[in-house]
């Protein structure tokens, strides 16, 4: 149909009866019985009220005649419950209600009990005339083959009508229908995961080109450091601890010549002092010696000064160097711990990718 009027609310139009109603697995046996008890009114379309019905029908640009049925006029048709509770002891398990047999929104209740409520659905032919005939009932029944019991005394049967089938049929592509969604709405968290999965992979990439540059960049400084102040101050240093341990081995060495000679250089001129008068060769000789001597003070106390200089010198520089080494350690530290850093976060997201992995395949295998 076409909209009756501008800005139609097709809500109103609920549908055919045969595309409302749903019959469970466990009562597919009874959809023969079912549609021979609808009939023609399975094809009838159901509105909200008796407007909407006429605007269809004048309005509506219909390819067919149909039926409607307004809600809000239709006249609902069900049996007593006493009648049904007298039938079901009269033929136990045997016999149940049409309209029990459906499913249906609750809303479309009042109609579809005008298709279905005033019907019994038999399982034999002796229960539905017992259905339609006994005194205390007289329903129309149907069997399951599709042969009709009529309280006017009318029985109806034989070859199946055509088109028969057509509720198991409509039922089939319902379910189908509902597969249908039920796979859509799973390939769309799927694909929704897959997302995520995809966005946790770029991360990953990420991380990994992160921590592959920051290797790279440690290469380097390491390659930079082997090269660089770091092992020149290095081997400098191996170099000022060997002279500076040669230069202490001399501290004693000369501070003990220099004693002596103090020490001999005093008791040449005691000696002096003593044979001044009487020892006039002697003497002129122990002055040549003394000469001697003191010529060799300066020079030995020259040689002393000198170690000790090159010694503080070189404790100087040793403590410099040892100071470098130690910036150049911390730095050398500091990359390992960013490298420790971005390993981590590698591996958290390689915990992450693998869960997702193995979430994905699980959706898949089932």
Same mark, same amino acid.
């Given at each position: ?8 609310? =097709? ?10 109603? @749903? ?10 019985? /079912? ?5 023609g ?11 909407t ?7 509506g ?15 609902? !048709? ?5 009648? *049904? ?7 136990? $398990?045997? *016999? ?10 609750? %809303?479309?209740? =009042? ?6 409520? @005033?019907?019994?659905?038999?399982k ?22 599709g ?46 995961? &897959?997302?995520?999965?995809?966005? &946790? ?24 450091? @082997? ?10 240093? #191996?170099?000022?601890? *060997? ?6 081995a001399?501290?004693? %060495? ?8 103090? !020490?001999r ?14 020892? $006039? $060769?002697?003497?002129? !000789? ?10 060799? &003070? ?7 000064? #000198?170690c000790? =200089?090159?010694?503080?010198? +070189?404790t100087?520089?040793?403590? #410099? ?6 910036? /150049?350690? +911390? ?6 711990s960013?490298?420790?850093a ?16 193995? %979430?994905?395949?699980?959706?898949? +295998?089932?």
């Amino acid at each position: 149909y076409q909209d009756p009027v501008r800005n139609f609310d =097709r809500s109103k139009v609920k549908g055919m009866v045969a595309q409302l109603i @749903s019959i469970e697995d466990k009562n597919k046996f009874a959809a023969m019985a /079912l549609e021979i008890t609808a009939g023609g009114r399975i094809y009838n379309v159901i509105v909200d009220d008796d407007s909407t019905g006429a605007q269809l029908l004048k309005h509506g640009n219909l390819k067919r005649r149909v039926t409607i049925i307004p809600l809000n006029k239709i006249a609902a !048709q069900q049996l007593d419950p006493s009648i *049904v509770t007298f039938a079901k002891n009269l033929a136990p $398990g045997k *016999v149940d209600t049409a309209l029990s047999l459906v499913g249906y929104p609750e %809303e479309l209740e =009042r109609a579809i009990s005008y298709v279905f409520g @005033s019907t019994f659905i038999c399982k034999d032919p002796k229960t539905a005339e017992q259905m339609a005939f006994h005194k205390n009932i007289r329903k129309k029944a149907v069997t399951l083959d599709g042969d009709v019991y009529d309280p006017a005394g009318t029985m109806q049967g034989g070859a199946k009508p055509s088109g028969a089938g057509i509720l198991n049929r409509l039922q089939d592509f319902k379910n189908a229908r509902h597969e249908h969604a039920a796979l859509c709405k799973e390939l769309a968290a799927i694909e929704s995961q &897959l997302a995520e999965t995809d966005e &946790l992979k770029d991360d990953y990439m990420r991380l990994s080109r992160e921590l592959d540059l920051a290797k790279h960049k440690l290469s380097l400084v390491e390659q930079q450091l @082997s090269y660089s102040s770091y092992a020149q101050q290095t081997t400098r240093l #191996e170099e000022i601890s *060997v002279e500076l341990a040669a230069q202490q081995a001399l501290i004693p %060495e000369a501070t003990t010549k220099h004693a002596l000679v103090t !020490q001999r250089a005093q008791n040449i001129g005691k000696e002096m002092g003593e044979f001044s008068q009487d020892k $006039g $060769g002697k003497i002129k !000789q122990l002055k040549k010696r003394l000469s001697a001597l003191k010529e060799a &003070l300066p020079k030995a106390e020259a040689k002393l000064k #000198e170690c000790q =200089r090159v010694t503080q010198q +070189a404790t100087l520089e040793k403590d #410099e160097i040892e100071s470098e080494i130690s910036d /150049l350690v +911390a730095q050398a530290e500091s990359s390992d711990s960013a490298i420790s850093a971005q390993e981590e976060e590698r591996k958290e997201v390689d915990a992450t990718l693998a869960r997702t992995k193995e %979430e994905l395949d699980t959706k898949q +295998a089932a």
